[in-house]
Structures are given as C-alpha cells and as structure tokens.
C-alpha cells in the first residue's frame, strides 16, 4: 500500500499562505530536509492553484541540488473541477477525486502533497493521509490562509519525530492515531 504525506510550511499562528516568508529561515538543513522528502516520494498530488503557481515557476528554475530537475521530472496529479487540461508533466483528477487517490494508494504509490490547504482537509477527512511533514517557522503573521479549517473534524496524530533546524524551524513528523 502506498502512502500519502502532507509537507507543509506554517507559521506559529497557523498560516500557510503564499510562505515567501520562509525565505529569512531557509538554510541547509531545511534544504536536505524538502530534497529528501522529494526524492523518496514518487509524485506530487496538488490542488489547482498550487499546481498553477508551480506551473508557472519551477520549469525555468535551476538550482546546484537537483531540486528543480526533480520538481519537473516528478509526475504530477493535479485536483481540480475548473481546470480543463494540464501540462509540466500532470495529470489532472477532476472527478471522483477521493476514490482516484484510494486507487492510487493501492497501487503502491508514494504521494507527496504541498500547498492545498482545502485538498489536505478534505484528504484528512477521508482518512487519506498517513503522515504530516509540518515545518513551523518562528514567526507571528497575525493575518492569512490558515493550514485547516475552521470547524475541521477532530482528530488525533502522533509525533514520530521532530528537530529543529539552526534557524529556529520546528520539523515535527506526525501520523494519524487511527
């Protein structure tokens, strides 16, 4: 059975939205830490508008690690009911998107998930997820997208493991109670 894993970047009061904020944070540590978790997983499954902000970056980016190859070469599920077609090597769900991620897992495939808020908790929701991968940066924005939902499900996870990084970014690894 495959697995599904959440990475997200969040802030102390729980705002993942547009994180160029993390920049200030960013350093090797992190670095190994988003480049590991790429390389073990076998594709990307995002919504729509982080496909499309990705789309639109990372095929022109480079960088010495080979993460960038890596973002362009990994295959892609896109989630959306507006978009009509996808490139930068997606395929697009824009059905029954809960049964196509079950189908998926079942073929043994390694999800990895970022951005998305709304995939995620609708994800959570239906028991899809297997492991959240949170970086939480030391910082207070007061305002933006939250990670989840008012009103979400509650919901139990166990840490696995976690550390922090020289810059002060709490890596915490967390798995479902089910």
Do not use: C
Not at 164 to 177: C, F, K, M, R
Request: a negative charge; hydrophobic letters at 40%; zero cysteines.
């Amino acid at each position: 059975m495959g697995k599904l894993m959440v990475s997200m970047y969040v802030t102390l009061d729980g705002v993942m939205e547009e994180p160029s904020w993390s920049a200030a944070y960013w350093d090797d540590e992190l670095a190994q830490f988003q480049l590991d978790q790429l390389y073990t997983n076998d594709a990307l499954l995002l919504g729509r508008v982080t496909y499309e902000g990705f789309a639109a970056t990372w095929p022109t980016a480079e960088d010495k690690h080979g993460f960038a190859d890596r973002m362009n070469e990994i295959p892609k599920y896109v989630v959306s009911h507006t978009l009509k077609r996808t490139e930068w090597n997606a395929r697009l769900i824009n059905h029954d998107f809960v049964e196509e991620i079950k189908r998926l897992k079942k073929t043994g495939q390694r999800l990895l998930v970022y951005g998305s808020a709304e995939l995620i908790d609708t994800l959570i929701e239906h028991d899809l997820v297997d492991e959240l991968h949170l970086m939480t940066f030391p910082l207070l924005l007061g305002e933006g997208k939250k990670l989840f939902r008012d009103g979400v499900s509650p919901k139990a996870f166990k840490l696995l493991n976690s550390f922090s990084t020289d810059q002060g970014v709490l890596i915490a690894n967390y798995a479902p109670e089910r």
